[in-house]
C-alpha cells in the first residue's frame, strides 16, 4: 500500500512557474513508476509526465514538452513536477499517481489504468 500526498498547487499569472511534489509513504518508492496527471473543470483526466520505474526514461504530454519537468528522489520518496511558462489552459486538479511495475521497469506507464494508487490532487490555477 502506498499513500500519495501532492503540495505546491496555488494560484499564478500566466508565464510564472510553480513546482508540485508528491511525497509517498512506505520503503518501497523505488518499485514503482510515478506519475503526473490533471483534471480541469468540465474535462477528462489528462496524462501529463511519467518516470518508469528504474528511472530511465520519462514522457510527456505534447502540451507540456519543454515546460514541464517530471523528477524524483528516491532518497526522499518524493516526485517532483517543475512547471515553468505557466498558461491559462494549464489550470486543473493534478494528480500524483503511483504504478506498481512488476516488469523489467522500462515501461512509462500513460494511461490512468495502469496506475495503483493515487493522491487527492492540488489545485493549479493560472491567471491570463
Known amino acids: 500500500q502506498v499513500q500519495l500526498v501532492e503540495s505546491g498547487g496555488g494560484l499564478v499569472q500566466a508565464g510564472g512557474s510553480l513546482r508540485l511534489s508528491c511525497a509517498a509513504s512506505?520503503?518501497?518508492?523505488?518499485?514503482?513508476?510515478m506519475g503526473w496527471f490533471r483534471q480541469a473543470p468540465g474535462k477528462e483526466r489528462e496524462f501529463v509526465a511519467a518516470?518508469?520505474?528504474?528511472?530511465?526514461?520519462?514522457y510527456y504530454v505534447d502540451s507540456v514538452k519543454g515546460r514541464f519537468t517530471i523528477s524524483r528522489d528516491n532518497a526522499k520518496n518524493t516526485v517532483y513536477l517543475q512547471m515553468n511558462s505557466l498558461k491559462p489552459e494549464d489550470t486543473a486538479v493534478y494528480y500524483c499517481?503511483?504504478?506498481?511495475?512488476?516488469?523489467?521497469?522500462?515501461?512509462?506507464?500513460?494511461?490512468?489504468?495502469?496506475?495503483?494508487?493515487w493522491g487527492l490532487g492540488t489545485q493549479v490555477t493560472v491567471s491570463s
Open positions: 499517481a503511483a504504478d506498481r511495475d512488476s516488469g523489467l521497469g522500462h515501461v512509462v506507464p500513460r494511461f490512468g489504468y495502469e496506475y495503483d494508487y
Open positions: 518516470f518508469n520505474r528504474i528511472g530511465s526514461s520519462t
Open positions: 512506505g520503503r518501497t518508492f523505488e518499485r514503482y513508476a
